[in-house]
């Protein structure tokens, strides 16, 4: 989880830009080159509430690695109805769950907010920049990190169903 957290998970590179990355996605925001945030509107591409919204996603990351850590050492167990759950097995699932959830949330903020200025959020598209009319091409696609973060998040949540074949508990 950690690794995948430091990766890119989307990059774009415009055509009329040297370089390869113009935009890279992070799970705490979109970083631009400065012939971006020059001549766009940064709201076209910044996640919502940009004053907040990374500090929210870095405090996110230090609940859930505090949560794994947690779900070492916490051994209690209660019940609901019938079944009895374990505050580990519930801990690891709910970061899991909640990372999936993040890295969906990522996409579909980036599909509509891409949908929002004409562009295509993965693959090749045309946009015409506001200010000189001219047609852009750009080509945007997902990257290694965004994969790792979605099987990070998918592997969490297995181990919280499986753990209990890991982890026992002695009887008293």
């Given at each position: 989880?950690?690794?995948?957290w430091?990766?890119?998970?989307?990059?774009?590179d415009?055509?009329?830009?040297?370089?390869?990355?113009?935009?890279?996605?992070?799970?705490?925001?979109?970083?631009?080159?400065?012939?971006?945030?020059?001549?766009?509107?940064?709201?076209?591409?910044?996640?919502?509430?940009?004053?907040?919204?990374?500090?929210?996603?870095?405090?996110?990351l230090?609940?859930c690695v505090l949560?794994?850590?947690?779900?070492l050492?916490?051994?209690?167990?209660?019940?609901?109805?019938?079944?009895?759950l374990?505050?580990?097995?519930?801990?690891?699932?709910?970061?899991?769950?909640?990372?999936?959830?993040?890295?969906?949330?990522?996409?579909?903020?980036?599909?509509v907010?891409?949908g929002?200025?004409?562009?295509?959020?993965?693959?090749?598209?045309?946009?015409?920049?506001?200010?000189?009319g001219?047609?852009?091409?750009?080509?945007?696609?997902?990257?290694?990190?965004?994969?790792?973060?979605?099987?990070?998040?998918?592997?969490?949540?297995?181990?919280?169903?499986?753990?209990?074949?890991?982890?026992?508990?002695?009887?008293?």
């Amino acid at each position: 989880m950690l690794y995948s957290w430091f990766q890119p998970w989307w990059s774009a590179d415009i055509a009329i830009i040297k370089g390869d990355s113009d935009m890279v996605l992070h799970p705490w925001g979109v970083e631009a080159a400065a012939m971006v945030r020059a001549n766009m509107d940064e709201s076209a591409f910044q996640m919502p509430f940009p004053q907040v919204f990374a500090g929210f996603m870095w405090v996110y990351l230090v609940v859930c690695v505090l949560a794994l850590a947690a779900s070492l050492f916490v051994k209690q167990r209660f019940r609901l109805g019938p079944i009895t759950l374990s505050l580990p097995m519930i801990l690891i699932l709910l970061v899991g769950l909640s990372y999936m959830l993040a890295v969906g949330l990522a996409f579909g903020i980036g599909e509509v907010k891409a949908g929002a200025v004409g562009t295509n959020f993965i693959g090749k598209s045309t946009f015409t920049e506001p200010t000189s009319g001219a047609k852009i091409k750009m080509t945007s696609d997902l990257l290694i990190g965004y994969w790792l973060a979605l099987s990070a998040g998918g592997v969490l949540t297995v181990l919280g169903l499986v753990r209990f074949l890991f982890v026992r508990s002695p009887k008293a």
